[in-house]
């Protein structure tokens, strides 16, 4: 095995994410000295982190010899004086910055002149942390993920005067855990909780604008982009007592940019303690820990379906042609419409409204379908009513598109689709980061595909869709909602103007 870029390794606060990463650095070969301010936490991890390793020995994962040298390399520290020897301590303990402050004092005042000192800290900032030291030229973020094992990203954080030879070394070592390192600047939310902004949050305004509920907005990201869980479910996982801080702190380190703006629902959700699953109740109630998921709506039932007219201005309109053949649909074609026809438009970025208005449609007859994501990538088909499409329209073409089996959500009105406005809120974000050099697209992209399990990183998931797609309804979307939210970063246009890649490094 490589020796380890750190021979000894002090870890401060043995915790869930301390004890992990204590794990991690015995694994590599490093001795690690375990401490915290309450001395039974640093058995009880002990014992916690060897059973872990047993049961990883019992199914193969190491070898009984590799196992007992790890156990030998995890070893207690009485208090900090302990950690004098160390080459590197990373502290892991509350999200205070008093706290942490005063702990990286004490420790730069122990630790030998050349040792490096890390905080896993996941919001605050390291040049704040940092600010007190005699040499934060050594010192740098170093941010895990719960469970530090399991995920295989960390970010390398590098405060106001942090030496790059600092950051190089973390990233070294970070590889030999066998983790993916991403190297980040200081700012609010580093990469990962960043650039996940625009998942939860523009979820929460569709919510908001009555769009559609949360069961809907979960089945379309999920079904039609690859997102593991929906954003409710995931806010659910997580709890909201984490969720909704993080995203109030975002929010207010960024000078209140409309872009990280918070919603009222989660608010009020954590003051009445619906938290999510650890407490049985979130956006969904749980019973033993399941999720009580209401059912899609039906099929309606239509004896004689419409023909149906599809705007020339439809994106995607030649694959929304051969669809509807397939579904055995009755097509009108030319400028003529026929009196009772659906009248079936496509946008990006505009509102079935809008596009109805600007063709002079009747918005009686008017429904829209998402094709940001083409028809056969998609496992579920999304409608968009506008508020004057008269029901039998609405059910006429439910029944229609649902013809093959593919389920079909009809959502209300809605500016750019659940999809689009989602997507479009995620890759504009990604794109402003950016845009102010947080860190570069391969970086970015890489962290939030491992550390959010993103189906793409947003970069990439830019590309997949086309860039010259996300600005133009991100532009729509400005401008129909007159907010600075949607306002597209320059980056971006710049970007999609040229035709290049959104994840190709800038020459």
Same mark, same amino acid.
């Given at each position: 095995m490589e020796s380890p870029r750190f021979t000894t390794v002090g870890i401060v606060g043995a915790g869930a994410m301390g004890r992990g990463i204590a794990q991690l650095a015995a694994q590599a070969g490093s001795r690690v000295r375990l401490f915290d301010a309450q001395a039974d936490a640093v058995a009880t991890a002990q014992a916690s982190v060897g059973a872990l390793w047993d049961k990883?020995?019992?199914?193969?994962?190491?070898?009984?010899?590799?196992?007992?040298?790890?156990?030998?390399?995890?070893?207690?520290?009485?208090?900090?004086?302990? $950690?004098?020897?160390?080459?590197?301590?990373?502290?892991?303990?509350?999200? +205070?910055?008093?706290?942490?402050?005063?702990?990286?004092?004490?420790?730069?005042?122990? /630790?030998?002149?050349?040792?490096?000192?890390?905080?896993?800290?996941?919001?605050?900032? /390291?040049?704040?942390?940092?600010?007190? $030291?005699?040499?934060?030229?050594r010192f740098a973020g170093y941010h895990f993920f719960n469970p530090a094992p399991l995920m295989?990203?960390?970010?390398? /954080?590098?405060?106001?005067?942090?030496?790059?030879?600092?950051?190089?070394?973390?990233?070294q070592y970070a590889r030999q855990f066998g983790h993916t390192p991403v190297r980040t600047g200081d700012t609010p939310g580093f990469i990962v909780n960043h650039a996940?902004?625009?998942? !939860?949050?523009?979820?929460?305004?569709?919510?908001?604008?009555?769009?559609?509920?949360?069961?809907?907005?979960? +089945?379309? $990201?999920?079904?039609?982009?690859?997102?593991? $869980?929906?954003?409710?479910?995931?806010?659910?996982?997580?709890a909201l007592d984490v969720s909704q801080p993080a995203m109030e702190a975002i929010f207010r380190q960024y000078y209140d940019e409309p872009r990280y703006r918070p919603s009222v629902i989660a608010a009020q959700r954590l003051a009445g303690g619906v938290l999510g699953k650890k407490v049985g109740a979130g956006f969904y109630d749980y019973v033993d820990g399941v999720a009580q998921v209401p059912p899609d709506p039906p099929v309606?039932?239509?004896?004689?379906?419409?023909?149906?007219?599809?705007?020339? +201005? =439809?994106?995607?309109?030649?694959?929304?042609?051969?669809?509807?053949?397939?579904?055995?649909?009755?097509?009108?074609?030319?400028?003529?419409? !026929?009196?009772?026809?659906?009248?079936? /438009?496509?946008?990006?970025?505009?509102?079935?409204?809008?596009?109805?208005l600007a063709e002079e449609l009747d918005p009686a007859r008017t429904i829209g379908i998402d094709l940001l994501v083409p028809d056969a990538a998609t496992k579920r088909r999304v409608l968009a009513t506008n508020p004057a499409t008269a029901p039998a329209m609405r059910d006429a073409a439910h029944a229609l598109?649902?013809?093959?089996?593919?389920?079909?959500?009809?959502?209300?009105?809605?500016?750019?689709?659940?999809?689009? +406005?989602?997507? =479009?809120?995620?890759?504009?974000i990604a794109a402003d980061m950016c845009q102010q050099r947080i860190c570069s697209p391969q970086d970015l992209d890489t962290a939030v595909h491992l550390g959010l399990g993103y189906p793409l990183g947003p970069l990439a998931m830019g590309d997949h869709y086309g860039a010259a797609s996300i600005l133009k309804i991100l532009t729509h979307l400005q401008a129909g909602y007159g907010d600075p939210r949607y306002r597209p970063s320059p980056w971006l246009r710049r970007r999609a103007a040229l035709g290049l890649s959104l994840t190709h490094p800038e020459g």
């Amino acid at each position: 095995m490589e020796s380890p870029r750190f021979t000894t390794v002090g870890i401060v606060g043995a915790g869930a994410m301390g004890r992990g990463i204590a794990q991690l650095a015995a694994q590599a070969g490093s001795r690690v000295r375990l401490f915290d301010a309450q001395a039974d936490a640093v058995a009880t991890a002990q014992a916690s982190v060897g059973a872990l390793w047993d049961k990883l020995a019992a199914k193969g994962k190491f070898t009984a010899d590799a196992v007992a040298a790890f156990k030998s390399r995890l070893l207690p520290a009485s208090s900090l004086n302990a $950690l004098a020897d160390c080459d590197l301590v990373i502290e892991a303990v509350i999200e +205070r910055l008093d706290v942490k402050k005063s702990l990286h004092a004490q420790l730069e005042s122990v /630790v030998a002149s050349d040792a490096l000192i890390a905080s896993n800290t996941s919001s605050l900032s /390291v040049t704040a942390i940092a600010a007190a $030291l005699k040499h934060p030229e050594r010192f740098a973020g170093y941010h895990f993920f719960n469970p530090a094992p399991l995920m295989k990203v960390v970010e390398v /954080v590098a405060g106001l005067k942090t030496a790059p030879a600092a950051c190089e070394a973390l990233a070294q070592y970070a590889r030999q855990f066998g983790h993916t390192p991403v190297r980040t600047g200081d700012t609010p939310g580093f990469i990962v909780n960043h650039a996940g902004r625009g998942y !939860s949050t523009e979820a929460l305004r569709i919510v908001g604008e009555g769009i559609a509920d949360f069961a809907t907005v979960d +089945r379309i $990201l999920t079904a039609q982009v690859g997102f593991r $869980l929906g954003p409710f479910a995931l806010f659910d996982l997580t709890a909201l007592d984490v969720s909704q801080p993080a995203m109030e702190a975002i929010f207010r380190q960024y000078y209140d940019e409309p872009r990280y703006r918070p919603s009222v629902i989660a608010a009020q959700r954590l003051a009445g303690g619906v938290l999510g699953k650890k407490v049985g109740a979130g956006f969904y109630d749980y019973v033993d820990g399941v999720a009580q998921v209401p059912p899609d709506p039906p099929v309606p039932h239509v004896d004689t379906l419409p023909p149906v007219w599809v705007s020339a +201005r =439809a994106t995607r309109r030649d694959e929304l042609l051969a669809l509807l053949r397939t579904l055995g649909a009755n097509i009108e074609v030319g400028l003529a419409r !026929s009196a009772n026809a659906l009248q079936v /438009v496509a946008p990006l970025g505009t509102d079935v409204t809008t596009s109805a208005l600007a063709e002079e449609l009747d918005p009686a007859r008017t429904i829209g379908i998402d094709l940001l994501v083409p028809d056969a990538a998609t496992k579920r088909r999304v409608l968009a009513t506008n508020p004057a499409t008269a029901p039998a329209m609405r059910d006429a073409a439910h029944a229609l598109f649902a013809r093959d089996g593919k389920p079909v959500s009809v959502i209300h009105d809605s500016g750019g689709f659940v999809t689009q +406005r989602v997507v =479009a809120t995620i890759v504009n974000i990604a794109a402003d980061m950016c845009q102010q050099r947080i860190c570069s697209p391969q970086d970015l992209d890489t962290a939030v595909h491992l550390g959010l399990g993103y189906p793409l990183g947003p970069l990439a998931m830019g590309d997949h869709y086309g860039a010259a797609s996300i600005l133009k309804i991100l532009t729509h979307l400005q401008a129909g909602y007159g907010d600075p939210r949607y306002r597209p970063s320059p980056w971006l246009r710049r970007r999609a103007a040229l035709g290049l890649s959104l994840t190709h490094p800038e020459g």
